[in-house]
Each structure stands twice: as structure tokens, then as C-alpha cells.
């Protein structure tokens, strides 16, 4: 797959305490430090088992007496399955039944943790602009802010995750609750024990490792694709470059220039400047690209009281009267069934518009149809990343529709496009199709089409979802790939913090895990999973899976 070289080339808690700043991070260090030396008095020194129990106390309110305000705080909001609701209360119950050491290592593991986590978060944020070294500035700080932005690095996979855990949460504590019954009626074992045990499940379900690297890997994704110019504005667009099955194209501006240049004018009638003139005024009111071309060209003024009975025909040209004169300006084409005698087309290059006034010929005007050399292999890519159909949208007529169609490769082809009928047909496909449906245009709509991704090939655009700098067109391929990449690591990410919890479940049941090795694994799986959304630049490992079972 071609790629253009660059030119010069979580969430453990509805509130994540305020521990970003480097003097917060040196007051945590700070308040760990002394919780850690009291922990250890606590318990190598001999002491009255109650003095003990206050140092533990005093170890687990220095570690996180913030952590005990959050989950206060989530009380009120009405927010009773909050991961730290669910640590302070397993940490409270634990010293009232006996196990006070691990109730005080719980809550000093879980602040080590959470310190941990919001390292490796800002390393990975931080590693992920750095991606963007040789694009320049505006592109720099415009990830910048997204990457700071909640909502545009948030994805549906997470809320999905969040739901499925909670709904795991709260079953497993009605089964814990049931576990922690039952265990002494058909055991030897004490309530102590199947109460102690029952709350370490309870802990391992809280989805600590599940969701916090689920944002970070659509950040990474997003630096990675806008360091090959394409700049996707959110994280919901990533998921859907991922599932999408189908690429509408406009032509102009893509596959050929949107304002075509004026190669030549011919007239045997009339001197230039007239016959100017009057093409001038044929085109005024189309929305065709031709008419870009003569604007673009013309530099007196019009007349607009002159024109009337205006009718556009995309792809074929214009009708009108002048003054009370019907006149027309087409390709060859719009004049294929009329009694107009057209001088033979003897241009190498471009494509001939010919003015006809009053059923007469009077003379033609050449544009150039180029077509842009970088995205002669962009079809062929796009369909190698998965996308099933590639739809052409031009305003060019049927044969000339159909001719670069067939050149391109596209799937399907639809001609004499406008604005209101390309976002009808885009409308049409959106309601028949099963995957995500893409829409790459250049300029002429303003406003979001029924697409779920909107591509804008262009320094700006309102409406888009995506960004794409004309020189870096034919990167959209490597963007779909990033797509599925962060997709892919995601659900690693999800898949490998589920098992540990499952294996940290069975191990609870049978008695060889405890709150302060179930909180230390969780929190490793959390870090583990946020270093691993790097991997977004690499292939993922259900990729590699994939591509060695089918070989």
C-alpha cells in the first residue's frame, strides 16, 4: 500500500482525583511514603493488637484520605457502584472483620495504582504527539487540544465495556453475597473467611483495568493517522473508519481538479471578449465545475437582467436565453440528438464546451480534465483494507462517468451529480447498507451527509469528521488500517483485563487470593493494557493470530 512520506517530513473512577500536577504527584509520593513507614511499624512492632489497628488507620487515611472524599462525593451523586464507593466500603468492612493489614494495603496499593495509572497515561499521551514531529504546527496543536478533549477521545466500545461491568459488578456482588451464605453451611470454613473471600471478589469485579486504556487507544490511533495527514476529529470516527464497508467519492477536487483550468477558446463569429461574455453569462447561475473555471477567468461585470429561463444539466452543461435568445453551452454530448453541426473535436487534451445560440454554432471553449496522478491506485487500497464497494459521485455525464469508473475501478457509478442529489443518493445507500459508510468530497457541501464518517479533502471543514490535506489523499487507506488497529487493541485490552479478573476470581474462591494481591494484579493489568495501546502503530496481535491461522 502506497503511503505518502510526512512532509519534512480508563477510567478507574467517575472522578479521577487531581493528581496531574507534578506538586500533587509530590504530595502523593509524600503522604505514600509516611502511609508506608506507619504500615510498617504497624506491623513490625510489637504492639496492642488496638494501637496496631490505629496505625493501619492512620496508614490507610495518609494513603488516601482523597479517595474517601471521592467515593462521599458518588454517594451523593447517587453513584453507589463507583470504584472508590466499592474500595473504601470492602477496605471499612475488612478491619471490622479482622483484616485490618489488608484493609490499610488495599487502600495504599489502590493510591500506588492510581499514580501508576496516570503516569503511564500522560507517557502515552504524550508519546503518541510525538508522533506528529514533522507535521507542523497547526496539525501539533490541533491533536493537542483533541487529546485533551474527553468527549472526542471517548468511544462506544468504552461505554459498552463500562455497562458490562457494572452489570458484573453488581451480580457479582449478589453472588458473592450468596457465596459468603453458603460457604460455612457446606464447609468448615468460617463466616470470617467466606465474608473476606467474598469481598476480594467483589473487588477483582470493579472495572478498574477493563476501560482505562480503551481512550487512550483512540488517542494514539489519532496521532498516528494525522502524522500521515489524515486529522480524524474524534474517537467515534475511529470506530467507524474501523466498521466501515463502503467509500462514496466525489470526483472534483480527488480524482480531477475541482476548478478545471481553461486551455483554450475558439470562435469564428465572434471576437473574444464578446464570445467570453457570453459564456460568462451562459455559466453564472452552475453549480458545474466548468462554470469555476469561466468565473475564475472572468473579471468584468454582468448583467444579470439579461438572463432568464436559466436551466442547469449536470454533466452536460447549461440552458438559457439572453435577451430574449436561447442559447446553450454543453459537451458534445447535450447536442448529440439536435439538429447543431459541431466542427470535429481536434484538441489532444481537456474537454470541449461548444456555444450554440439560436441553434447555431458560434464557438468552443477547452478545460482541462486532468486526472490526479496520486490517486490513479486509491480504489485498488481502499478495497484492500476492507471496504467492499467504492461509489463514484461526479458531475460529469454518463459516458464520461462510466468511462472513469471502469478506469478507477470504482464498484458503482452515479453522473450528473449536484449537491442535492449526491446527498440523496449517500442518504439512499446509508438506509440499505449493514456496515459503516464512508464520504470523501472535497468542497461544495456544507452540511453533514447521512454518512458515518464525513471526509474532507482540504485545510478546513465545518461539517467533517476527518481532515485530509490534498497531498496526503492517498493515506486514507493507512487511516482505515489505524482504524481497525485501535479497534483491535482495544478489545485486547478488554479481552486480557477480563481474564485476569477471572483468573483473580477463581483463585478468590479457592482461597489464594486476598484484597492487597487482587487490587496489585488489577492495577499491573490496568498499566499493562495502557502500555500496550502503543501497539497501535504495530500490528495488533489478533491480526498476526488471524494471518497465521490462515496460513
Given at each position: 500500500m502506497s503511503q505518502?512520506?510526512?512532509?519534512?517530513?480508563?477510567?478507574?473512577?467517575?472522578?479521577k482525583p487531581e493528581n496531574s500536577a507534578p506538586n500533587n504527584n509530590t504530595m502523593i509520593v509524600i503522604r505514600l511514603v509516611v502511609a508506608s513507614v506507619i504500615f510498617a511499624v504497624s506491623l513490625?512492632?510489637?504492639?496492642?493488637?488496638?494501637?496496631?489497628?490505629?496505625?493501619?488507620?492512620?496508614?490507610?487515611?495518609?494513603?488516601?484520605?482523597?479517595?474517601?472524599?471521592?467515593?462521599?462525593?458518588?454517594?451523593?451523586?447517587?453513584?453507589?457502584?463507583?470504584?472508590?464507593?466499592?474500595?473504601?466500603?470492602?477496605?471499612?468492612?475488612?478491619?471490622?472483620?479482622?483484616?485490618a493489614i489488608e484493609g490499610a494495603a488495599l487502600i495504599l496499593l489502590y493510591?500506588?495504582?492510581?499514580?501508576?495509572?496516570?503516569?503511564?497515561?500522560?507517557?502515552?499521551?504524550k508519546s503518541a504527539l510525538e508522533l506528529l514531529g514533522y507535521q507542523d504546527e497547526a496539525v501539533k496543536a490541533k491533536m493537542a487540544a483533541l487529546v485533551s478533549d474527553k468527549e472526542a477521545t471517548s468511544m462506544s466500545l468504552e461505554s459498552v465495556m463500562k455497562s458490562s461491568a457494572g452489570s458484573a459488578l453488581k451480580l457479582a456482588m449478589v453472588l458473592s453475597v450468596v457465596y459468603a451464605v453458603a460457604l460455612p453451611i457446606f464447609t468448615n470454613y468460617t463466616y470470617?473467611?467466606?465474608?473476606?473471600?467474598?469481598?476480594?471478589?467483589?473487588?477483582?469485579?470493579?472495572?478498574?483495568?477493563?476501560?482505562?486504556?480503551?481512550?487512550?487507544?483512540?488517542?494514539?490511533?489519532?496521532?498516528?493517522?494525522?502524522?500521515?495527514?489524515?486529522?480524524?476529529?474524534?474517537?467515534?470516527?475511529?470506530?467507524?473508519?474501523?466498521?466501515?464497508?463502503?467509500?462514496?467519492?466525489?470526483?472534483?477536487?480527488?480524482?480531477a481538479d475541482e476548478c478545471p483550468r481553461i486551455i483554450a477558446m475558439y470562435s469564428d463569429i465572434l471576437d473574444s471578449g464578446t464570445f467570453m461574455n457570453f459564456v460568462a453569462h451562459s455559466v453564472y447561475y452552475s453549480d458545474q465545475p466548468i462554470a469555476k473555471a469561466i468565473a475564475a477567468?472572468?473579471?468584468?461585470?454582468?448583467?444579470?437582467?439579461?438572463?432568464?429561463?436559466?436551466?442547469d444539466i449536470p454533466g452536460y452543461g447549461m440552458e438559457l436565453s439572453i435577451d430574449g435568445i436561447p442559447v446553450s453551452f454543453g459537451t458534445r454530448e447535450l447536442y448529440s440528438s439536435r439538429e447543431v453541426e459541431l466542427p470535429e473535436d481536434n484538441a489532444a487534451i481537456g474537454q470541449a464546451y461548444y456555444m450554440v445560440v439560436a441553434n447555431k454554432y458560434v464557438g468552443k471553449v477547452v478545460v482541462s480534465s486532468e486526472v490526479n496522478e496520486e490517486t490513479e491506485n486509491l480504489i485498488p487500497e481502499m478495497k484492500a483494507t476492507g471496504i467492499n464497494r467504492c461509489i463514484l459521485l461526479t458531475e460529469d455525464s454518463k459516458e464520461v462517468g462510466?468511462?472513469?469508473?471502469?478506469?478507477?475501478?470504482?464498484?458503482?457509478?452515479?453522473?450528473?451529480?449536484?449537491?442535492?442529489?449526491?446527498?440523496?443518493?449517500?442518504?439512499?445507500?446509508?438506509?440499505?447498507?449493514?456496515?459503516?459508510?464512508?464520504?470523501?468530497?472535497?468542497?461544495g457541501v456544507e452540511t453533514h451527509s447521512d454518512a458515518a464518517v464525513d471526509i474532507r479533502v482540504g485545510s478546513k471543514g465545518k461539517f467533517a469528521d476527518a481532515i485530509v490535506a490534498p497531498a496526503y489523499i492517498n493515506n486514507l487507506p493507512f487511516a482505515k488500517q489505524v482504524a481497525v488497529r485501535v479497534k483491535e487493541i482495544a478489545i485486547e485490552n478488554a479481552l486480557f483485563a477480563f481474564i485476569v479478573k477471572a483468573i483473580l476470581v477463581f483463585l478468590s474462591i479457592v482461597g489464594y487470593c486476598n484484597l492487597w494481591f487482587a487490587i496489585f494484579i488489577d492495577m499491573v493489568a490496568a498499566v499493562a493494557t495502557i502500555l500496550n495501546t502503543i501497539r497501535v502503530t504495530n500490528e495488533s496481535l489478533l491480526t498476526t493470530l488471524r494471518y497465521k491461522m490462515g496460513r
Open positions: 505518502k512520506p510526512e512532509k519534512n517530513k480508563h477510567e478507574t473512577m467517575k472522578k513490625i512492632v510489637k504492639m496492642p493488637e488496638f494501637l496496631s489497628i490505629i496505625l493501619l488507620v492512620l496508614a490507610a487515611a495518609a494513603a488516601g484520605y482523597d479517595i474517601v472524599l471521592q467515593a462521599m462525593n458518588s454517594i451523593e451523586e447517587g453513584e453507589y457502584f463507583s470504584v472508590p464507593v466499592v474500595v473504601v466500603f470492602i477496605a471499612l468492612l475488612s478491619y471490622f472483620i479482622g483484616f493510591q500506588i495504582g492510581l499514580m501508576l495509572i496516570n503516569y503511564a497515561e500522560e507517557h502515552t499521551k470470617i473467611v467466606s465474608i473476606h473471600r467474598a469481598l476480594t471478589i467483589i473487588l477483582i469485579a470493579t472495572p478498574m483495568s477493563v476501560v482505562v486504556s480503551i481512550p487512550l487507544a483512540a488517542i494514539v490511533g489519532m496521532c498516528y493517522s494525522a502524522q500521515q495527514g489524515v486529522v480524524i476529529e474524534k474517537a467515534s470516527s475511529i470506530e467507524a473508519l474501523a466498521d466501515s464497508t463502503v467509500a462514496i467519492f466525489d470526483k472534483g477536487g480527488i480524482f477567468a472572468f473579471d468584468q461585470d454582468y448583467r444579470l437582467d439579461v438572463i432568464s429561463n436559466f436551466r462510466q468511462q472513469f469508473a471502469e478506469l478507477m475501478n470504482f464498484n458503482e457509478m452515479y453522473a450528473q451529480c449536484d449537491t442535492e442529489k449526491k446527498l440523496g443518493i449517500i442518504s439512499d445507500i446509508v438506509k440499505r447498507e449493514k456496515g459503516a459508510v464512508l464520504f470523501i468530497y472535497s468542497s
